[in-house]
């Protein structure tokens, strides 16, 4: 199981995991023992042991993975995750991590478009955000654009509240370049809570 691959890497005992963690250690008993299957736990419970084992969330699931590509998590969710991994682990590792999982080209392949390229997009705006130059492994993908904007979910509810496309139109003109050009309306990737 990748728990314990992770447990001896780390140098851990399901002990310490356990303390690190925040998860009782009789879940985590369960977890390693395979009496509870990880994909089956809750995401706060993978995002704990994920953080305390200082690696994705994806990494954790992807051997357990079996789920159809059409029934995908909200992108929201999936954007508030990749943020909130940034902020755990930093802007080079989360590069790193991201190039060498191949996260991107996957998500691409899967057809899974919006998450490619918002991981990209990520990792190219930190990239210039740490003055690194850009990763060439992904210069097809760099060529591809969303046929449809993606707003933010407090952007699309201001518009409708105030009946007005202009919230939009602001929206789109405060985007980071590096997400914009993919059309994705993104302005704010650091403030997570």
């Given at each position: 199981m990748i728990i314990n691959e992770l447990l001896a890497k780390n140098n851990m005992t399901p002990y310490r995991l356990s303390r690190v963690s925040?998860?009782?250690?009789?879940t985590l008993n369960d977890i390693i023992s395979g009496k509870t299957k990880l994909e089956k736990c809750s995401v706060g419970t993978v995002y704990?042991?994920?953080k305390a084992l200082q690696v994705s969330i994806e990494y954790l699931i992807?051997?357990?993975d079996e789920?159809?590509?059409?029934s995908r998590q909200n992108f929201e969710t999936f954007k508030s995750n990749v943020k909130h991994r940034v902020k755990d682990i930093g802007d080079i590792d989360f590069i790193i991590e991201t190039i060498e999982s191949d996260i991107i080209r996957r998500y691409h392949k899967a057809g899974w478009y919006p998450e490619a390229l918002y991981l990209l997009a990520m990792v190219d705006y930190l990239s210039q955000c740490n003055k690194i130059p850009l990763c060439g492994d992904f210069i097809d993908i760099r060529s591809v654009k969303l046929k449809t904007?993606?707003?933010p979910s407090d952007v699309i509810v201001r518009a409708i509240?105030?009946?007005s496309d202009l919230v939009k139109e602001e929206a789109i003109r405060n985007s980071i370049p590096e997400f914009?050009?993919?059309?994705?309306?993104?302005n704010e990737?650091?403030?997570v809570i």
């Amino acid at each position: 199981m990748i728990i314990n691959e992770l447990l001896a890497k780390n140098n851990m005992t399901p002990y310490r995991l356990s303390r690190v963690s925040g998860i009782a250690h009789t879940t985590l008993n369960d977890i390693i023992s395979g009496k509870t299957k990880l994909e089956k736990c809750s995401v706060g419970t993978v995002y704990k042991l994920a953080k305390a084992l200082q690696v994705s969330i994806e990494y954790l699931i992807e051997p357990y993975d079996e789920t159809p590509v059409d029934s995908r998590q909200n992108f929201e969710t999936f954007k508030s995750n990749v943020k909130h991994r940034v902020k755990d682990i930093g802007d080079i590792d989360f590069i790193i991590e991201t190039i060498e999982s191949d996260i991107i080209r996957r998500y691409h392949k899967a057809g899974w478009y919006p998450e490619a390229l918002y991981l990209l997009a990520m990792v190219d705006y930190l990239s210039q955000c740490n003055k690194i130059p850009l990763c060439g492994d992904f210069i097809d993908i760099r060529s591809v654009k969303l046929k449809t904007a993606i707003f933010p979910s407090d952007v699309i509810v201001r518009a409708i509240a105030e009946n007005s496309d202009l919230v939009k139109e602001e929206a789109i003109r405060n985007s980071i370049p590096e997400f914009i050009r993919f059309n994705i309306i993104e302005n704010e990737v650091r403030n997570v809570i």
